[in-house]
């Protein structure tokens, strides 16, 4: 791992206003290439190498967004509101569950028969969690498959690796790589909020632990089927990667996994 002085070192260059790229500049071509199942050249091209743009880009066309109608009555359904005297322990204490398995394959929350599994234990099915505020999840990857880039919004999170090796690449908010090498079995990785990150499991597969900072950590996704990627609309992701409307379907849809990315299936 970096030293705490090239760990600062990086960040406080990032932020004196010298132009940085996208959060995608910091991972290797090779780590996006099997992320998002495009060949080398779209991949520099999401990464901006020769985009001398400002981070606020203009759409060149006009785009549509698809938005669905909601009355008042799903408006009146939808809306919770949390007691302000609310502490986490309206159940009774007999019925308060204690302890929730995130080691057992049938308790995966997300399942890849090729790429592996991930389990969670937040307040949802551990109401216990509200109390210390904090979530954790465990992670299990196959040989070579790939967790997809994500950061974790609301939430600091500490990883300690359980068994195998992986490549693990922590990129932060400026688009600077400030972690790039091997975690194995009995190392810990710290991830900061909102730094993005990419796990690729080696020969022997690699299992982890996480703690998170959060009893209801929110983990968003750059590529996958269902990424922020997929979200946007084409002629925005087109504006924003200076691309053709081609090379931004393939961009958006070129990946049908979801968090897990089953190994070997790179398009060349």
């Not at 909020?193 to 020969?203: I, S």
Request: hydrophobic letters at 35%.
């Amino acid at each position: 791992m970096m030293r705490r002085g090239e760990w600062e070192g990086r960040s406080y260059r990032g932020s004196s206003g010298e132009k940085s790229g996208n959060v995608f500049s910091g991972f290797a071509d090779e780590f996006l290439e099997e992320a998002f199942q495009v060949d080398s050249g779209l991949v520099r091209k999401l990464k901006g190498e020769d985009d001398e743009r400002d981070r606020i880009v203009l759409a060149e066309e006009d785009f549509d967004v698809l938005m669905p109608e909601r009355d008042d009555q799903e408006r009146s359904r939808g809306r919770y509101v949390e007691s302000e005297t609310e502490n986490g322990f309206e159940e009774t204490v007999c019925t308060l569950r204690l302890k929730h398995s995130i080691g057992r394959s049938e308790h995966a929350d997300v399942f890849n028969t090729r790429g592996g599994r991930i389990s969670t234990a937040n307040f949802n099915n551990l109401p216990f969690l509200r109390q210390v505020r904090l979530s954790a999840e465990r992670g299990v990857l196959y040989n070579k498959a790939i967790s997809a880039p994500h950061y974790t919004v609301n939430a600091h999170t500490l990883a300690y690796a359980t068994r195998g090796s992986a490549r693990v690449q922590v990129v932060d908010n400026y688009g600077q790589s400030v972690f790039d090498g091997e975690v194995r079995e009995g190392q810990v990785v710290m991830i900061p909020q909102n730094f993005v990150v990419m796990t690729k499991a080696g020969d022997r597969g690699f299992e982890w632990i996480a703690f998170k900072t959060n009893d209801n950590a929110i983990t968003n996704l750059l590529a996958g089927r269902v990424s922020q990627m997929r979200l946007l609309p084409l002629g925005v992701v087109s504006n924003m990667y200076k691309i053709s409307r081609e090379e931004a379907q393939r961009l958006k849809y070129g990946q049908p996994e979801m968090r897990i990315f089953s190994p070997g299936r790179t398009q060349r």
